[in-house]
């Protein structure tokens, strides 16, 4: 099992700007999905970015412009630079790891490993 550690979360007023971090035991450079995930209190997980071995990215669509993911190869770290924030963005968000495919695929059940997640507040 793959251990993923977020951290980063916290509170901002809208308008605001946070930077998530996930850290990695182990991953593959040559294969895999990496991607974050957030889950709104009594709602479903809902994917917001993704990126592969490449560095192929893809966005939900209400956050293209505003949200930025990225990765470190060297220190198995994968990030989720986010801006102009806005309340709907507030959620638990989660990073993943598919280690199984060449591609990413945006279910949920797909994903493998995930991390403990941290806690993104937006304010009015």
């Known amino acids: 099992q793959v251990q993923l550690v977020e951290s980063g979360g916290g509170s901002v007023q809208a308008g605001g700007s946070l930077r998530l971090s996930c850290a990695f035991s182990?991953?593959?450079?040559?294969?895999?999905?990496m991607g974050w995930f957030r889950q709104p209190a009594g709602k479903d997980r809902e994917g917001v970015a993704t990126?592969?071995?490449?560095?192929?990215?893809e966005y939900l669509k209400s956050v293209e412009g505003r949200f930025t993911i990225s990765k470190d190869n060297d220190k198995k770290s994968l990030y989720l630079q986010m801006n102009s924030l806005k309340p709907e963005d507030t959620a638990m968000y989660y990073c993943?790891?598919?280690?199984?495919?060449?591609?990413?695929?945006?279910?949920?059940?797909?994903?493998?490993?995930w991390g403990q997640g941290t806690q993104v507040t937006v304010s009015s």
């Open positions: 182990e991953w593959s450079y040559t294969r895999g999905c």
């Open positions: 990126i592969d071995s490449a560095g192929k990215t």
């Open positions: 993943a790891y598919d280690r199984s495919r060449g591609y990413c695929a945006w279910s949920v059940a797909v994903f493998g490993d």
